[in-house]
Nanobody, 121 residues
Framework: QVQLVESGGGLVQAGGSLRLSCAAS????????MGWYRQAPGKQRELVAS???????????NYADSVKGRFTISRDNARNTVYLQMNSLKPEDTAVYYC???????????WGQGTQVTVSS
């Protein structure tokens, strides 16, 4: 059974920092592209950041323009965990953040339950 369990969300003032974690089980973590998405009320879910498999594609990172220079995605393959370090948070970062695991080779796509991030002005 695949599980992606997010943690680390919460309420923070603008300019503050949070670190999200996503612990994965039931997948071969090292061959999955891991991503963080977010969905604000009334908006579509959007990609925040992703990090590719270190085995197949060298662990390349990709960021939405709105978070470049403020957010950092990383992965610990020994712990089957992906992180999102969020600095200089803005009210517009307020959303539910979802962890995603994707393996295009076998066409698998898994999601976590989401964690709320609220940034007050």
């Amino acid at each position: 059974q695949v599980q992606l369990v997010e943690s680390g969300g919460g309420l923070v003032q603008a300019g503050g920092s949070l670190r999200l974690s996503c612990a994965a089980s039931g997948i071969i973590f090292g061959i999955n592209t891991m991503g963080w998405y977010r969905q604000a009320p009334g908006k579509q879910r959007e990609l925040v950041a992703s990090i590719s498999s270190p085995i197949t594609t060298g662990g390349r990172t990709n960021y939405a323009d709105s978070v470049k220079g403020r957010f950092t995605i990383s992965r610990d393959n020994a712990r089957n965990t992906v992180y999102l370090q969020m600095n200089s948070l803005k009210p517009e970062d307020t959303a539910v953040y979802y962890c995603n695991a994707r393996n295009p080779v076998v066409d698998s796509d898994y999601w976590g339950q989401g964690t709320q991030v609220t940034v007050s002005s």
